[in-house]
């Protein structure tokens, strides 16, 4: 039952690097590659996100199920940074409390996919399913 619980830890661990590489690569391509100047909030989503990356790497290798206590708060910050851009985006902050006054702005839609998806959706969802899986790894550890 131990090597049951420890793989699907190591499971789920793999899936939150996944999304934070895939993250990390596509943030990269949109700017370097498409020559997306990124706001100053994507800026902020990029510091939460970057680290996870090298974090789930080093808890994969041996799995080390410790590194939730450091990944957690990278990945609730960029939650919450990805939250409030979602919600400059759709209009419900006023402009005055906007932090990009100088530069791209965060309200601009740069890239929409679908007709919906925006970059801060994508940077929401991705940070939803990290926290998921991390708190199921928690609670795994916990049993």
């Known amino acids: 039952m131990i090597g049951e619980s420890s793989s699907r830890q190591w499971n789920q661990f793999f899936v939150c690097w996944l999304i934070a590489v895939s993250a990390t690569l596509g943030s ?24 996870l990356a090298i974090i789930f790497t080093v808890g994969l290798l041996p799995l080390d199920v410790r590194c939730v206590r450091y990944a957690l708060p990278f990945a609730v910050s960029g939650w919450a940074l990805a939250l409030y851009h979602c919600l400059i985006y759709l209009g419900f902050i006023p402009e005055s409390l906007q932090p990009c006054t100088q530069g791209v702005s965060c309200a601009d839609v740069q890239i929409e996919l679908v007709g919906f998806v925006t970059i801060p959706l994508l940077s929401l969802l991705g940070f939803t399913f990290i926290i998921a899986l991390l708190l199921a790894v928690r609670k795994g550890i916990k049993q």
Request: aromatic letters at 20%; hydrophobic letters at 55%.
């Open 28 to 51: 990269l391509f949109f700017s370097e590659v498409m020559e997306r100047v990124p706001c100053v909030l994507c800026w902020y989503q990029r510091i939460a996100m970057f680290p």
